[in-house]
């Protein structure tokens, strides 16, 4: 068992989560149960999410604070533009979702050793997508998928929780974002959940808030 699931609540068969408020500093609120749809639905919709390593066991998390990007307020640069005006991408909404969502699992990504979309992940998002409930964005050029983007859709609450991106050529994952930020601004959404801070979720935009302030939009 990983170190990090310890001390901290073990879900069992019942569907339900411990308060996001009683979560560790690091953000890991409990550890166990399973990827069903049900669970997974429970979770996006109190403001949590799995995250965790092929040999872990499913961890979830609820940070604080919690990084999000309102729609409009995502940061076009002057070159991404001209890549954008240039046509050199055609961009798609839900018609690859698990070729995204495969592409995303082998990404090679800088200080990760291996993927956290594990076979399961990857069974339990495309059973989302099926119902609805998770999404994709995707890049295309000369008709192949380039890059793209995808997550759980909580439309009822105007909110879409960013799960990964990925991109095969220079600013195809970015050009998915901005896509999907012009789609998501026109239908009025409050907010993209991106989780956890990185630098380059900064330069598009994004900003840590408090995790209470966060729950408050999803309520």
């Not at 339900?16 to 149960?33: C, E, M, S």
């Amino acid at each position: 068992m990983s170190s990090e699931a310890v001390n901290i609540p073990y879900l069992e068969g019942d569907v339900h989560f411990p308060n996001p408020a009683l979560a560790r500093k690091d953000g890991l609120l409990a550890f166990g149960g399973d990827l069903s749809v049900a669970r997974l639905k429970m979770a996006y919709t109190a403001g949590i999410f799995p995250w965790f390593a092929k040999d872990d066991p499913i961890l979830w998390w609820s940070p604080d604070p919690r990084m999000v990007l309102i729609p409009s307020a995502f940061n076009t640069s002057k070159s991404l533009r001209k890549v954008i005006k240039s046509g050199r991408f055609r961009i798609t909404f839900n018609t690859a979702f698990e070729q995204v969502i495969s592409k995303c699992a082998t990404a090679k990504r800088a200080q990760e050793e291996d993927t956290w979309i594990t076979s399961q992940m990857l069974t339990s998002y495309c059973a989302l997508n099926k119902l609805g409930l998770a999404k994709s964005v995707e890049v295309w050029q000369d008709d192949l998928l380039v890059g793209g983007l995808y997550g759980v859709d909580l439309y009822e609450k105007k909110v879409f929780c960013g799960e990964s991106m990925f991109s095969e050529v220079s600013n195809a994952s970015k050009v998915a974002f901005y896509a999907l930020c012009k789609f998501l601004d026109e239908q009025k959404y409050k907010l993209i959940d991106c989780q956890m801070y990185t630098d380059h979720l900064a330069s598009l935009g994004a900003k840590e808030i408090p995790r209470s302030e966060f729950l408050a939009y999803l309520r």
